[in-house]
């Protein structure tokens, strides 16, 4: 499965969504799980960051609005796997956790 982080204009993760690797080009074969003849024969074989322009075109597609990255669940690049609530750092281009500010009274 491929993950999708939808983040905002703040660049605040809103939500995951997820797509079947074979809708992206990244099947492994006929004995993937969710191997899809149709998908495999157009993409073949692809990786991150190949797979992330597919991807958000398969969401835009579907009628998922705005702007998705995609997301490791294993880490495998971008940091770590985003979740609701992270910020995605456009310059490092990592999804990180929000930083706590404790607010000073005086």
């Given amino acids: 499965m491929a993950y999708f982080a ?3 204009e703040n660049n605040i993760v809103e939500e995951i969504a997820v797509i079947s690797n074979c809708a992206i080009g990244s099947c492994i074969g006929p004995e993937h799980w969710d191997y899809q003849e149709e998908y ?10 190949d797979t992330e322009p597919l991807g958000q075109q398969v969401l835009a ?9 995609q997301t490791s669940f ?7 796997y985003a979740s609701p609530g992270m910020i995605y750092d456009p ?5 990180t956790k ?5 607010e000073v009274t005086e």
């Fill in 40 to 49: 495999h024969k157009d993409h073949g074989s692809l990786d991150f960051p």
């Fill in 61 to 69: 597609d579907s009628g998922f609005e705005g702007t998705w990255l």
């Fill in 91 to 95: 310059v490092l281009n990592i999804f």
């Fill in 98 to 102: 929000p930083t706590v500010t404790e």
């Fill in 74 to 80: 294993n880490a495998n690049f971008r940091g770590t």
């Fill in 6 to 8: 939808k983040v905002n």
